[in-house]
C-alpha cells in the first residue's frame, strides 16, 4: 500500500507546547470502493461506489501540497493580527493578572474560576486551569509583547485546521471534500473573534483536544491494535480539552451518536437492533462518563456549583430567546458579514412573529433538510453530528448575562461540522469536463474564488481588534438599544477616556438596575476617575452592599474616602480589599500610603515592599520605601493616589 497523506501517515501537531503522534488509515471514496453503513437499512450494510463520473484521481503528492497551501493560506490571513495590540479582556486577564507572573499560583488554576485573581471568592462560571497555564507559558515567553501571544494563536488555529483535515478525511471519507472543508474551516471570517482576540484562544485550544481524542477513539475503533494506548491516549486528550473549556463535555454525546450510526446492527428485529446499538455505544463511553464526573466534582469544588447564573430567568424566556439565537448563529455561517464584538440580542419575553415563529420557522426548514440529508448519507449524518451538539452548551442561555448570550466564537467546534457538509457539497460539483491541474476544473476555480473571498472577509473582519480604539469605533457603530449594549458602550467610552459621556449612559441604565453590582460598581468608579468624590463615594457603596466580597469595589471606594479626608475609614476599606485579595497590584502600595499619613512607617514601609515584590518594576513604592528608610518622617507632597493605568477599567 502506497504511504499518503491519509494512508498511513504520522501525524505531527502542535498540542500546548507538547507533540503527539498518531497515525491514521482511511480509504478515499471517490478513488475507492468503501463499505458505508446505512442508518436507514435496519441491519444491513450497503457496498457504495463513487456514482460521479471517473475522474483523475487525488495523489498524494497533490494532497499534500493542497493541504499544505491551505494551512498557508490560513497563517497569511491572520498574519496581520501579529502587529495587534491586547483589547478587552487581554489588558486584564494578561496585563494584571498576577497569577500568571510566578508558579507558586499554579495550585490556583485548578481551585477557582479564571477571573478568581481580581474577585477572588466570587463565584464564576470559567474552570479552566489549562487555559491559565497556557496564559502563564507564554507570559513566560513572551512577557506583555503582544506578537508572541498572537503568533500561538494563528498556530493552534492552523494545527485545528489540519486536524478538521483529518477528521473530515476519516469521517467523509472523501480527500477532496477533506480539503475543502479545511479551506472553509480555516478561512472562515466567523473565527475571527477566536483568532484575533488572544482571550479567545480557548476555542482553538479545546478544539485542538477535542479532535485529537475524537481521532484517537476512532483509531482504536477500526485499526484495533494498541487498543490500551489509544483509549488511554483519548481520554488523556479529553481530560486536556475540559479543563481548557466546559464545552467539551459534549465529545461523549458525539461518541455516542457516532457509535450509533456506525455500529453494526445486531438482534432479530429493528428492537433489538436498537438496544444492541445503544447498549454497545453506552459501553463505549462509560470510560469518558467517569472522567466527566470526576471532572464535573472539580469544577463544583472550585466554583461552589456547576454554573453560577448572573441573572434569573425564566427557562420560559430561554426557550422563547432559542429560535432568535439558532437564526442568528445559522446567519453567520452562512453570511459571515458586519461581524462585530457585541451583538444587540436580548431574553425574549413573548411570543411574537419576528422574534420567534419566523426564526423558527426557518431554522426548523433547514433542521429539516438536514435530517433528510442525512437520512440519506451517512457522510452527512456524521458532519451533522459536529455541527448540532457542539451547539447545545450555549443554548442554555440563562447562564449568561442579557445581550452576552450569542458571540461569534461560540461557532468555532459547531462550524466544523458545517465545513465538512458544505465539503462534500462542493466536491460533488460537476460541471462542464474541463481539467485544471488535473482535477475538474469548476472544482479548482473555486476553491480559488473561495480562497479570495474568504481571506479578504477575514482582513476585513478581525480588523476591529487591531487595539483599543479600533474596538471601540466598531463598537460604537453598532446598535445599542437594550440595557445591556448600552453597558458594554458605556465600558468602552471609559476605556476610550470619555468618561462623561459613559457617565450619561450609565445614569440612564441605572433606574431600571439599581441593584445590578456591575452598574453601581463602574457608575461610582466613573466618577471617582472625574473626581466627583460624593457621588463616587455613593454608588460605590452601593457597589459594596450589593457584592462584599468585590475587592476593587472596597479599593476604590477607600480611595474615594482618602481624598475626601476619612483616612480612618479609608484604612478600614483598603484592608478588607486586601484581605480578600492579597496579591492585587497598587493595594498595597494604597494601604502604604495611608498607614504613611497616620505616622505608621514600619507598616507603611511593610506594605510597600509586598507591592514591590507584586510588581519589581513599580518606582512609586521603591520610592516611598526610600524615604522612609532613609529616616524621612514626615509624609511628602503629592504623594500619588492613582493606581496605574490598566488597574483597572469602567467595563
Given at each position: 500500500?502506497?504511504?499518503?497523506?491519509?494512508?498511513?501517515?504520522?501525524?505531527?501537531?502542535?498540542?500546548?507546547h507538547g507533540?503527539?503522534l498518531?497515525?491514521?488509515?482511511?480509504?478515499?471514496?471517490s478513488?475507492?470502493?468503501?463499505?458505508?453503513?446505512?442508518?436507514?437499512?435496519g441491519?444491513t450494510?450497503?457496498?457504495?461506489?463513487?456514482?460521479?463520473?471517473?475522474?483523475?484521481?487525488?495523489g498524494?503528492?497533490?494532497?499534500?501540497?493542497?493541504?499544505?497551501?491551505?494551512?498557508a493560506?490560513?497563517?497569511?490571513?491572520?498574519?496581520?493580527?501579529l502587529w495587534?495590540?491586547f483589547v478587552?479582556d487581554?489588558?486584564?486577564?494578561?496585563?494584571?493578572?498576577t497569577?500568571?507572573?510566578?508558579?507558586?499560583?499554579?495550585?490556583?488554576?485548578?481551585t477557582?474560576?479564571?477571573?478568581?485573581?481580581m474577585?477572588?471568592?466570587?463565584?464564576?462560571?470559567?474552570?479552566?486551569?489549562?487555559?491559565?497555564?497556557?496564559l502563564?507559558l507564554?507570559?513566560?515567553?513572551?512577557?506583555?509583547?503582544?506578537?508572541?501571544?498572537?503568533?500561538c494563536?494563528?498556530l493552534?488555529h492552523?494545527?485545528?485546521?489540519?486536524?478538521?483535515?483529518?477528521?473530515?478525511?476519516?469521517?467523509?471519507?472523501?480527500?477532496?471534500?477533506?480539503?475543502?472543508?479545511?479551506?472553509?474551516?480555516g478561512?472562515?471570517?466567523?473565527?475571527a473573534?477566536a483568532?484575533?482576540?488572544?482571550?479567545?484562544?480557548?476555542e482553538?485550544?479545546?478544539?485542538?483536544?477535542?479532535?485529537?481524542?475524537?481521532?484517537?477513539?476512532?483509531?482504536?475503533?477500526?485499526?484495533?491494535t494498541?487498543d490500551?494506548?489509544?483509549?488511554?491516549?483519548s481520554?488523556?486528550?479529553?481530560?486536556?480539552?475540559?479543563l481548557?473549556?466546559?464545552?467539551?463535555?459534549v465529545?461523549?454525546?458525539?461518541?455516542l451518536?457516532?457509535?450509533?450510526?456506525?455500529?453494526?446492527?445486531?438482534?432479530?428485529?429493528?428492537?433489538?437492533?436498537?438496544?444492541?446499538?445503544?447498549?454497545?455505544?453506552?459501553?463505549?463511553?462509560?470510560?469518558?462518563?467517569v472522567?466527566?464526573?470526576a471532572?464535573?466534582?472539580?469544577?463544583?469544588?472550585?466554583?461552589?456549583?456547576f454554573?453560577?447564573?448572573?441573572?434569573?430567568?425564566?427557562?420560559?424566556?430561554?426557550?422563547?430567546?432559542?429560535?432568535?439565537?439558532?437564526?442568528?448563529?445559522v446567519?453567520?455561517?452562512?453570511?459571515p458579514?458586519?461581524?462585530?464584538?457585541?451583538?444587540?440580542?436580548d431574553?425574549?419575553?413573548?411570543?411574537?412573529?419576528?422574534?420567534?415563529l419566523l426564526?423558527?420557522?426557518?431554522?426548523?426548514l433547514?433542521?429539516?433538510?438536514?435530517?433528510?440529508?442525512?437520512?440519506r448519507?451517512?457522510?452527512?449524518?456524521?458532519a451533522?453530528?459536529?455541527?448540532?451538539?457542539p451547539?447545545?452548551?450555549v443554548?442554555?442561555l440563562?447562564?449568561?448575562?442579557s445581550?452576552?448570550?450569542?458571540?461569534?466564537r461560540?461557532?468555532?467546534?459547531?462550524?466544523?461540522g458545517?465545513?465538512m457538509?458544505?465539503?462534500?457539497?462542493?466536491?460533488?460539483?460537476?460541471i462542464?469536463?474541463?481539467r485544471?491541474?488535473?482535477?475538474?476544473?469548476?472544482?479548482v476555480?473555486?476553491?480559488?474564488v473561495?480562497t479570495l473571498?474568504?481571506?479578504t472577509?477575514?482582513?476585513?473582519?478581525?480588523?476591529?481588534?487591531?487595539n483599543?480604539?479600533?474596538?471601540?469605533t466598531?463598537?460604537?457603530s453598532m446598535?445599542a438599544?437594550?440595557?445591556?449594549?448600552k453597558?458594554?458602550l458605556?465600558?468602552?467610552?471609559g476605556?476610550?477616556?470619555?468618561l462623561?459621556?459613559a457617565?450619561?449612559?450609565?445614569q440612564q441604565?441605572?433606574p431600571?438596575?439599581?441593584?445590578?453590582?456591575?452598574?453601581?460598581?463602574?457608575?461610582?468608579?466613573a466618577?471617582?476617575?472625574?473626581?466627583?468624590?460624593?457621588?463616587?463615594?455613593?454608588?460605590?457603596?452601593?457597589?459594596v452592599e450589593?457584592?462584599?466580597?468585590?475587592p476593587?469595589?472596597?479599593?476604590?471606594?477607600g480611595?474615594?474616602?482618602?481624598?475626601?479626608?476619612?483616612?480612618n475609614?479609608?484604612?478600614?476599606?483598603?484592608?478588607?480589599?486586601?484581605?480578600?485579595?492579597?496579591?492585587?497590584?497598587?493595594?498595597?502600595?494604597?494601604?502604604?500610603?495611608?498607614?504613611?499619613?497616620?505616622g505608621?512607617?514600619?507598616?507603611?514601609?511593610?506594605?510597600?515592599?509586598?507591592?514591590?515584590?507584586l510588581d519589581p518594576?513599580?518606582?512609586?513604592?521603591r520610592?516611598?520605601?526610600?524615604?522612609?528608610?532613609?529616616?524621612?518622617?514626615?509624609?511628602?507632597?503629592?504623594?500619588p493616589?492613582?493606581p496605574?493605568?490598566?488597574?483597572?477599567?469602567?467595563?
Amino acid at each position: 500500500m502506497n504511504r499518503c497523506a491519509d494512508d498511513p501517515i504520522s501525524l505531527s501537531f502542535l498540542l500546548g507546547h507538547g507533540i503527539i503522534l498518531a497515525r491514521y488509515q482511511n480509504e478515499d471514496a471517490s478513488e475507492r470502493r468503501f463499505l458505508d453503513l446505512n442508518q436507514d437499512s435496519g441491519d444491513t450494510a450497503t457496498l457504495l461506489t463513487a456514482s460521479q463520473p471517473p475522474i483523475a484521481p487525488l495523489g498524494d503528492r497533490a494532497t499534500r501540497v493542497t493541504l499544505g497551501l491551505i494551512l498557508a493560506a490560513v497563517f497569511l490571513s491572520y498574519s496581520d493580527t501579529l502587529w495587534f495590540q491586547f483589547v478587552l479582556d487581554d489588558r486584564v486577564q494578561i496585563g494584571d493578572n498576577t497569577w500568571l507572573r510566578s508558579w507558586r499560583y499554579l495550585p490556583r488554576y485548578f481551585t477557582g474560576d479564571v477571573w478568581s485573581f481580581m474577585h477572588p471568592g466570587f463565584p464564576g462560571n470559567y474552570y479552566r486551569p489549562v487555559f491559565l497555564l497556557w496564559l502563564r507559558l507564554q507570559y513566560i515567553v513572551f512577557g506583555l509583547n503582544p506578537w508572541g501571544w498572537h503568533f500561538c494563536t494563528i498556530l493552534a488555529h492552523v494545527g485545528v485546521t489540519l486536524l478538521v483535515y483529518y477528521l473530515s478525511v476519516r469521517l467523509v471519507k472523501d480527500r477532496r471534500a477533506a480539503l475543502f472543508a479545511a479551506l472553509i474551516f480555516g478561512l472562515h471570517p466567523v473565527h475571527a473573534e477566536a483568532v484575533a482576540w488572544i482571550s479567545g484562544v480557548t476555542e482553538p485550544m479545546l478544539a485542538i483536544f477535542l479532535i485529537a481524542s475524537f481521532l484517537c477513539y476512532l483509531h482504536r475503533k477500526t485499526e484495533h491494535t494498541h487498543d490500551r494506548a489509544w483509549l488511554s491516549a483519548s481520554l488523556a486528550l479529553y481530560v486536556l480539552a475540559m479543563l481548557a473549556k466546559e464545552t467539551a463535555l459534549v465529545l461523549p454525546l458525539i461518541i455516542l451518536a457516532s457509535e450509533v450510526i456506525g455500529s453494526e446492527p445486531g438482534g432479530t428485529s429493528r428492537w433489538h437492533a436498537g438496544l444492541h446499538r445503544v447498549g454497545g455505544a453506552l459501553a463505549v463511553i462509560a470510560p469518558y462518563m467517569v472522567l466527566s464526573a470526576a471532572y464535573l466534582g472539580l469544577r463544583v469544588t472550585a466554583l461552589r456549583g456547576f454554573q453560577n447564573p448572573r441573572e434569573s430567568r425564566p427557562i420560559f424566556n430561554m426557550v422563547l430567546t432559542w429560535p432568535s439565537v439558532l437564526w442568528f448563529y445559522v446567519r453567520h455561517l452562512f453570511w459571515p458579514v458586519g461581524l462585530g464584538p457585541v451583538y444587540d440580542l436580548d431574553f425574549v419575553t413573548r411570543l411574537d412573529v419576528r422574534n420567534v415563529l419566523l426564526p423558527a420557522l426557518v431554522v426548523a426548514l433547514i433542521a429539516t433538510g438536514l435530517a433528510v440529508w442525512a437520512a440519506r448519507s451517512a457522510k452527512a449524518a456524521r458532519a451533522t453530528l459536529w455541527l448540532v451538539l457542539p451547539i447545545l452548551p450555549v443554548l442554555y442561555l440563562r447562564v449568561f448575562t442579557s445581550g452576552q448570550f450569542v458571540h461569534d466564537r461560540y461557532l468555532y467546534l459547531p462550524s466544523i461540522g458545517f465545513a465538512m457538509l458544505a465539503g462534500v457539497g462542493l466536491s460533488r460539483v460537476r460541471i462542464g469536463s474541463a481539467r485544471l491541474l488535473g482535477q475538474p476544473a469548476i472544482l479548482v476555480v473555486l476553491a480559488l474564488v473561495l480562497t479570495l473571498w474568504l481571506a479578504t472577509s477575514i482582513n476585513e473582519e478581525t480588523a476591529y481588534f487591531a487595539n483599543p480604539n479600533t474596538y471601540f469605533t466598531r463598537a460604537n457603530s453598532m446598535p445599542a438599544n437594550s440595557a445591556t449594549a448600552k453597558l458594554n458602550l458605556a465600558g468602552m467610552l471609559g476605556e476610550q477616556g470619555h468618561l462623561d459621556e459613559a457617565i450619561k449612559i450609565y445614569q440612564q441604565v441605572w433606574p431600571t438596575r439599581p441593584d445590578d453590582w456591575d452598574v453601581n460598581y463602574n457608575l461610582g468608579y466613573a466618577y471617582y476617575l472625574t473626581g466627583r468624590l460624593p457621588e463616587a463615594d455613593r454608588f460605590l457603596s452601593r457597589a459594596v452592599e450589593l457584592e462584599a466580597n468585590h475587592p476593587d469595589a472596597l479599593f476604590y471606594l477607600g480611595l474615594t474616602k482618602l481624598k475626601k479626608g476619612d483616612i480612618n475609614s479609608a484604612a478600614a476599606d483598603v484592608q478588607r480589599a486586601i484581605a480578600i485579595r492579597p496579591d492585587a497590584v497598587h493595594y498595597h502600595f494604597a494601604m502604604g500610603v495611608i498607614l504613611k499619613l497616620q505616622g505608621n512607617l514600619p507598616g507603611a514601609l511593610s506594605e510597600f515592599h509586598q507591592e514591590m515584590d507584586l510588581d519589581p518594576d513599580d518606582a512609586s513604592a521603591r520610592e516611598q520605601a526610600r524615604e522612609i528608610e532613609a529616616g524621612q518622617s514626615a509624609a511628602p507632597q503629592g504623594i500619588p493616589l492613582e493606581p496605574a493605568p490598566g488597574s483597572s477599567a469602567v467595563r
